[in-house]
């Protein structure tokens, strides 16, 4: 089973902050992956998908890159409506799917 | 406007029995893979089964395999999740979400989700 790893697990950034979080895969899974914005007690948001591809009406602040087993999603300016927990899933093993752990972003 | 709504959860006690409904409106329900996916309190997220557009392929997480049956009826724009031999670490928050392809020939990501149904199995 593919395995994946977000780092850091908890974020603390400001407003105006460029922030990164890294999602590793335990085996190559070309660029399978997509990225997911969750709030507190509602339903998960892709952002991006197929790596670096941005969903329909997602800010351009939003950008993801990476391939194989290392990928990265970056805000460019947080803003506050950006905090919130993230998830990275992986299909390359489809019809099979995982997400990652989690990344819970805060407010500093 | 596409609508995912679940129905169906509630509490019940170890080893009994559930069924989730999905009720899919705003797009062709029959033209894309769906899936269930669960979240445990305060945990993350956790894919467990999906169905091809004509239900000839479902797949499913391992910890479920044998005790749950994923299905559709897509007269009726539906998606089922049929709980059986229930635990209680199948206690989640439980969606269903559409992908993102139409007529896809393999799962992929998902682009909406519903509201999600809570699943609490405790005695």
């Known amino acids: 089973d593919i395995q994946l790893t977000q780092s850091p697990s908890f974020l603390s950034a400001s407003v105006g902050d460029r922030v990164t979080i890294t999602c590793r895969a335990s085996?190559?899974?070309?660029?399978?992956l997509a990225w997911y914005q969750q709030k507190p007690g509602k339903a998960p948001k892709l952002l991006i998908y197929?790596?670096?591809t941005l969903q329909s009406g997602v800010p351009s602040r939003f950008s993801g890159s990476g391939s194989g087993t290392e990928f990265t999603l970056t805000i460019s300016s947080l803003q506050p409506e950006d905090f919130a927990t993230y998830y990275c899933?992986?299909?390359?093993?489809?019809?099979?799917?995982?997400f990652g752990q989690g990344t819970r972003l805060e407010i500093k | 406007e596409v609508q995912l709504v679940e129905s169906g959860g509630g509490l019940v006690q170890p080893g009994g029995s559930l069924r989730l409904s999905c009720a899919a409106s705003?797009?062709?329900?029959?033209?894309?893979?769906m899936s269930w996916v669960r979240q445990a309190p305060g945990k993350g997220l956790e894919w467990v089964a999906n169905?091809?557009?004509?239900?000839?392929?479902?797949y499913y997480v391992d910890s479920v395999k044998g005790r749950f049956t994923i299905s559709r009826d897509n007269a009726k724009n539906s998606l089922y999740l049929q709980m059986n031999s229930l635990r209680a670490e199948d206690t989640a928050v439980y969606y269903c979400?559409?992908?993102?392809?139409?007529?896809?020939?393999?799962?992929?990501?998902?682009?909406?989700w519903g509201q999600g149904t809570l699943v609490t199995v405790s005695s």
């Open positions: 979400a559409r992908d993102l392809t139409i007529f896809g020939v393999v799962p992929s990501y998902f682009d909406y």
């Open positions: 705003g797009f062709t329900f029959s033209s894309y893979w």
């Open positions: 169905i091809k557009q004509d239900g000839s392929e479902k």
């Open positions: 085996q190559g899974i070309s660029s399978y």
């Open positions: 197929a790596a670096s």
């Open positions: 899933q992986q299909l390359n093993s489809y019809p099979l799917i995982t």
